[in-house]
């Protein structure tokens, strides 16, 4: 692994594609002033980012929006029965769609939201998480990015950096967590790395009796061999940490350097950028 790589190399700007001009969108959308300074960024109520609100949406509009066919259309497959909310066929023109009701089209689960991807270059000092009562999160960071119902797919620590992707895809969510997201970490230890554990490592390591494969492994070039390159699948948050730790390393940096095909070329420390349709396509051949 080249030290090149654990470098972002974007522009000052940090606007990436969907990264609008208007408003504080011209900046990447971040709120922050320097790495460990970032302030907590006031989200938007439900009722403003989402147009489920509490009176719920017409079934024929739901169905609409999701980009399936027009309303009219939809009423007609409403009365045939193709339509199912939570399980059970709904005829009624008028139904009312309620938030977190699962609404299915010929036994395929839909969304009014358009599908939406986010890369978002975490900074230190930043939880990765949904919950409102953990300080700062990923989700303060992404939170003018749109109101679509994103979600982070696998984490990283409070102090780990680096790339963090966010979707609303579901069925791209569920692929990567039952087949594994590849990532490719820049990590620092205490202590230089033994070249028997780095080999141990390679040929797998047994966690809590599970386990533990990585792709890859090896020492940063031109770097001191307490820094290693470590590419592997587990979403998980602290599998890297327990694997050092394991072999009597403490984890001083962990920085997520790639994500499958996703680098952090042009986009700065804090910044985040929306998904083109080339690299959505690519998820396909994971």
């Given at each position: ?51 489920l609100k509490k009176e719920g949406i017409r079934l024929n509009k739901y ?60 900074p230190k000092s930043v939880a990765t998480t949904t919950s409102e009562s ?153």
């Amino acid at each position: 692994m080249s030290r090149r790589d654990s470098t972002s190399k974007g522009n000052a700007s940090g606007r990436g594609e969907g990264n609008s001009r208007k408003g504080s969108n011209a900046r990447g959308n971040a709120p922050f002033r320097k790495e460990g300074q970032y302030t907590k960024a006031v989200r938007p109520k439900k009722a403003e980012t989402s147009s489920l609100k509490k009176e719920g949406i017409r079934l024929n509009k739901y169905i609409a929006n999701s980009g399936i066919c027009s309303r009219r259309e939809a009423d007609t497959y409403i009365a045939t029965g193709l339509v199912t909310v939570n399980g059970k066929v709904v005829n009624e023109m008028g139904y009312q769609v309620q938030p977190n009701e699962e609404v299915k089209f010929d036994g395929r689960r839909i969304n009014p939201e358009p599908t939406t991807y986010i890369l978002l270059n975490k900074p230190k000092s930043v939880a990765t998480t949904t919950s409102e009562s953990k300080g700062l999160t990923v989700m303060d960071l992404i939170s003018n990015a749109t109101s679509a119902k994103v979600k982070p797919v696998g984490r990283l620590g409070r102090n780990a950096t680096g790339l963090l992707l966010f979707t609303n895809d579901d069925e791209l969510m569920n692929k990567l967590h039952k087949k594994g997201l590849p990532r490719l970490f820049h990590i620092e230890l205490d202590k230089n790395l033994k070249g028997e554990h780095l080999q141990k490592i390679k040929e797998g390591i047994k966690l809590d009796g599970k386990e533990i494969q990585v792709d890859e492994i090896s020492y940063v070039e031109n770097a001191p061999k307490k820094e290693v390159g470590l590419k592997i699948k587990n979403l998980g948050n602290s599998i890297i940490r327990d694997l050092f730790e394991h072999l009597g390393y403490q984890v001083v940096k962990v920085d997520c350097v790639t994500l499958a095909h996703l680098t952090k070329k042009d986009l700065p420390r804090g910044r985040w950028r929306m998904l083109t349709n080339e690299e959505i396509n690519l998820f396909s051949m994971l």
